[in-house]
């Protein structure tokens, strides 16, 4: 409709008040009478046996109420963390995920493993009595590297897991690569690292488990990502409590880019705790527990061979790929290096053989799972490095070589060797739009500019895809997903004309508050002030997903359009009777009823009050206004774009500075273009924080997180970043009812690749993320 | 156990607290402003800045005892009543916040950044908010809060 609150529009921000004042209610801001405070004691050791466990002195202590235990849960017949993604290794057979109990059983495996659970009166008591349990270990031999953990005689982390592997999985065309690779006139081969991230999300992980014995409901707090995803897994297998007695509620959740999607022990033992105890038990993470035990992301040691014609036309694509997934799988980490990473690698382009291998190895570090872009990032690393290298080998322009390579905008849907049909895009429209940005002919004059200075000029190019929207649940079903990946939506008018959406899509700095009112402004034309969406909590909106994977406009938007379908049709029906016409002749527009050809008419807001107050009403009409839709997704959407970036580096220092950054996107329809500028912005920083700053360090000798803190972990801060200049174009995607693609994660995926490749232009050398001013210095200096 | 005192947003407080009390648990736990924030447990985040008698402060890294006979300000005292400071509705018209959970900490910290610079420019922004970090937004639209809350809290 194109109003001032409608698609397409830049509307401030709906949730910021609360925020800006104060009013947040995040996890740690809620409190419940009586309420307890648990403190998690956590192995020091990488990986040892539990030879005993005391905790007489710590249960004397003042105001402790209980240390609680991996067999005290076991007894109560709590299951362990489960993945929830089956992946069939290339023998056939399945990936092997050892038992997880919540709370450790006999033995630990890295450093910050849940031991047990100290709860008192106050978190001060708590703290002091987690020193007085004595728990004696045997420290077993250790493992970090994926690489070491896959190696003949490396330590066994599972008894029942052989070799640490838990999963060899492949895709594509093996013998068809390598027909490929060995007749082409040219071979690129690259050892590729993708360094180990870890989230930080700025609120740290929290829980607050509250048992009513009245009702012997159970309400958990979390900070989750997708509150009915935790609830089921709780009580389907971990068996805390039956469905309808678990009420899980994720307030204002500050930030998770995956990290909070994931069952973790700690909510987990909190939901069991507070029914056991009787008590509330409230447990907020120390950021240095967060470091420790939040999922970390990435960690893929990589073998990449890229086959080309003359012309720099790819031929073939092999990818051989050990992926880190620390020391048990979590609840997606499977499907991480699997199908949201081996299926990307057609990248943008028109590869006629891909071949993939993952090889997951255990390792005693914290499990490795979902970090924004997810799979994506790190198949994005591989493709546009591959290709950059390619282009500097064979002498070709890197813009040039792919536009060569780039799936035509007429030949959709196209569908990759990797298993993915894309319905849309337009890569070299992007591509030339980021290339006038840039000013890219430009260049050679700066870089001969940044000379005379003494400075090392370099430009890099990423021309990145990924697939959002996650997904059609048969498809992902077929690919070992163990649940659906539909959206629900809940649109009720209130009989004043004002509505309540209820989604099962969670906001934790997306916008979401704004973006879905504007839908329900622009379709049914009620004042955006007067629309509310109500998210997070399973006791009040209907079953969903959550939110993840780029999905909740593309899904749960998706959903809501649904439910406004199923609002203007019975509208219809009220309007064609008050009206006195026929259903067939109401036309529907912008929440305004009318009589075609006529001047009769009824707003939105009259046939709400009808409905609720249905004097003169349709005999076959059920009163009342509030529909509910499911939307299952037809297929994934594939955003893409171009990110250029422009950086000079002191030889003498090994400082990289980015003097510029070119963002152009295609998400399809926007919504909020203000709201889809700011995810890019904070995609792009991840990305560069992974690129030039970040870095999860475990010591290989002592098992110890060496960047356990802000201290020692490179967080990307103020002046560390440029100013980004970001656009977009707008292929709509022509899958679902929006045509819109997903805009989340696109930053964090393409930024690294376009970065490095900026960063080894100006070096004329590889080196690997994090390009820490010691690595660029040694490279600058040739040593 | 030790009594402190001190003005909190305009009102006088008294408690007696544990002597090892830190400032942001007196704030959010005793007086309950829980918009302070706590992300990190090493002082490098920010997400807890406060003004005490009119300086940006982290809450996390003062003892509630330190702050005896101070003028504390927070997030919640900010605005006069219902008028937001012109810092507030900068990041709102700017769409400086995404989570929001570091939000209240660097408001507290640009006021003062402000206060200090005048009308900084946008390296002096970059440098001054170094020791707030947000996961969510990049910068760049804090950096643009920052420099229209300026342009009118100056003049
Ligand atoms: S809580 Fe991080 S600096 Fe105070
Ligand atoms: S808005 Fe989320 S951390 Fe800054």
């Known amino acids: 409709m194109g109003t001032q609150t409608g698609i397409g529009a830049s509307v401030k921000r709906k949730e910021d008040k609360r925020f800006i004042i104060g009013k947040g209610r995040y996890l740690d801001d809620i409190s419940r009478p009586g309420q307890t405070y648990g403190y998690f004691i956590r192995s020091p050791h990488a990986h040892a046996k539990i030879t005993s466990l005391d905790s007489t002195a710590a249960l004397k202590a003042p105001g402790v109420v209980a240390v609680l235990t991996g067999p005290d849960m076991q007894a109560d017949g709590i299951g362990p963390l489960i993945c929830g993604w089956g992946i069939t290794s290339k023998d056939g057979t399945p990936h092997k995920a050892p038992a997880h109990p919540a709370l450790a059983i006999g033995r630990v495996r890295y450093v910050g493993h849940q031991v047990a659970l100290v709860v008192a009166e106050t978190l001060q008591q708590a703290r002091d009595a987690a020193e007085l349990v004595e728990i004696e270990y045997e420290e077993l031999d250790h493992v970090i590297e994926v690489g070491d953990a896959l190696a003949a005689g490396a330590p066994q982390i599972h008894d029942d897991v052989p070799g640490n592997l838990s999963f060899d999985w492949e895709l594509g065309d093996r013998a068809k690569t390598d027909g490929a690779i060995s007749a082409a006139h040219h071979v690129t081969r690259m050892k590729l690292r993708n360094n180990r991230l870890i989230p930080n999300a700025m609120e740290p992980r929290a829980a607050l488990g509250d048992y009513d014995s009245g009702t012997d409901e159970i309400t958990l707090y979390t900070t989750s990502q997708n509150p009915h995803v935790h ?12 469905e309808h007695k678990l ?29 056991k105890l009787n008590r509330p038990i409230k ?8 470091f420790l035990s939040d999922a970390h992301g990435r960690d893929h040691e990589t073998f990449a061979e890229m086959a080309f014609d003359a012309n720099g036309k790819i031929l073939g694509l092999k990818v051989s790929t050990k992926a880190n997934v620390g020391c048990y ?23 006629p053989a891909i071949y993939c291998e993952v090889q997951a190895g255990f390792t005693n570090t914290a499990p490795v799972d979902a970090y924004r872009g997810a799979g994506r990032p790190e198949a994005t690393y591989v493709v546009e490095r591959m290709i950059e290298i390619g282009a500097r080998e064979m002498g070709i322009d890197p813009a040039e070589i792919r536009k060569r390579n780039f799936i035509a905008p007429d030949a959709y849907p196209y569908e990759t060797p990797v298993i993915m049909t894309y319905d849309s895009g337009n890569y070299a429209l992007a591509m030339d739009k980021a290339l006038e940005a840039i000013d890219y002919s430009g260049f050679a004059a700066r870089k001969a500019q940044s000379q005379t200075k003494g400075k090392l000029r370099g430009i890099g190019f990423s021309a990145f895809i990924e697939a959002c929207g996650i997904a ?12 659906g990946l539909w959206e629900s939506a809940q649109v009720r008018f209130n009989p004043t004309g004002s509505v309540t959406v209820f989604t099962g899509s969670h906001s934790h700095g997306q916008g979401h508050e704004t973006t879905f009112a504007q839908i329900i402004s622009d379709q049914l034309g009620v004042p955006i002030d007067q629309v509310e969406i109500s998210h997070g909590d399973t006791g009040k909106v209907p079953f969903g997903m959550g939110t993840y994977g780029s999905r909740s406009l593309a899904v749960g938007g998706s959903a809501i359009m649904k439910a406004i379908d199923k609002i203007v049709e019975k509208s219809k029906k009220i309007a064609a009777h008050t009206l006195e016409a026929s259903v067939e002749d109401i036309e529907h527009s912008g929440g305004v009823f009318k009589v075609a050809g006529t001047d009769k008419q009824m707003t939105m807001a009259e046939i709400a009050f009808s409905a609720y107050v249905p004097h003169n009403y349709p005999a076959d009409v059920e009163p009342g206004m509030d529909e509910t839709a499911f939307y299952d997704p037809l297929n994934f959407t594939f955003p893409a774009g171009t990110h250029i970036a422009e950086v000079e580096i002191d030889p003498d ?8 950054w070119v963002a152009v996107d295609d998400f399809g329809n926007v919504i909020n273009p203000m709201i889809v500028e700011g995810q890019v912005h904070g995609g792009i920083a991840q ?28 967080m990307p801060r103020a002046d560390d970043l440029p100013t980004f200049r970001v656009q977009t174009i707008n292929t709509p995607c022509k899958t679902n009812p929006l045509g819109v693609k997903g805009c989340g994660e696109a930053g964090a995926i393409s930024a690294p690749a376009a970065l490095m490749n900026a960063i080894t232009n100006a070096l004329g050398k590889e080196i690997d993320m994090p390009a820490t001013p010691e690595k660029v210095w040694r490279a600058a200096q040739g040593l | 156990m030790p009594t402190v005192s001190m003005t909190v947003n305009g009102k006088p407080v008294t408690a007696e607290i544990a002597p090892n009390t830190l400032l942001v648990s007196f704030l959010r736990e005793n007086l309950r402003l829980t918009g302070t924030h706590v992300g990190c447990d090493t002082s490098q985040c920010g997400a807890c800045v406060i003004h005490i008698d009119g300086e940006s402060a982290k809450a996390c890294t003062v003892l509630a005892l330190q702050a005896n006979g101070a003028e504390i300000t927070t ?5 006069k009543g219902n008028n937001l400071h012109p810092m507030q509705k900068a990041f709102q018209e700017n769409h400086g916040l995404q989570c929001g959970f570091c939000t209240t900490g660097m408001i507290m910290s640009a006021v003062d950044l402000v206060k200090k610079h005048g009308k900084p420019d946008d390296a002096t922004i970059r440098k001054g908010l170094e020791g707030n970090i947000c996961r969510c937004t990049g910068y760049q639209n804090i950096v643009k809060s920052v420099k229209a809350a300026a342009q009118e809290m100056e003049g």
């Not at chain 1, 799988?329 to 499907?335: D, E, K, Q, R, V």
């Not at chain 1, 560069?688 to 972990?713: F, P």
Request: charged share 15%; proline share 3%.
């Open chain 1, 247 to 275: 009420r899980v509620i994720a307030p204002d959740v500050g930030g998770g880019f995956g990290s909070k999607i994931f069952i973790y022990s700690e909510e987990t033992v909190c939901a069991w705790a507070t029914k």
């Open chain 2, 75 to 79: 997030i919640e005292g900010l605005a």
């Open chain 1, 283 to 290: 447990w907020t993470a120390e950021r240095s527990e967060s």
């Open chain 1, 653 to 660: 220092t090994g400082t990289t500075e980015i003097l510029d």
């Open chain 1, 231 to 242: 609830r089921l897994v709780l009580s389907a297998f971990n068996a805390v409590a039956p």
């Open chain 1, 329 to 351: 799988l979590s609840t997606f980490a499977s499907a991480v290096p699997t199908y949201l990473y081996g299926t990307l690698l057609s990248g943008q382009y028109t590869i």
């Open chain 1, 472 to 483: 059609p649940s048969a498809a992902v079903g077929s690919l070992g997903a163990g649940v």
């Open chain 1, 687 to 714: 990305g560069i924080g992974q690129a030039l700053l970040e870095n999860c360090v475990y010591d290989k000798e002592s098992g110890q997180l060496l960047t356990g803190s802000y201290m020692d972990y490179c």
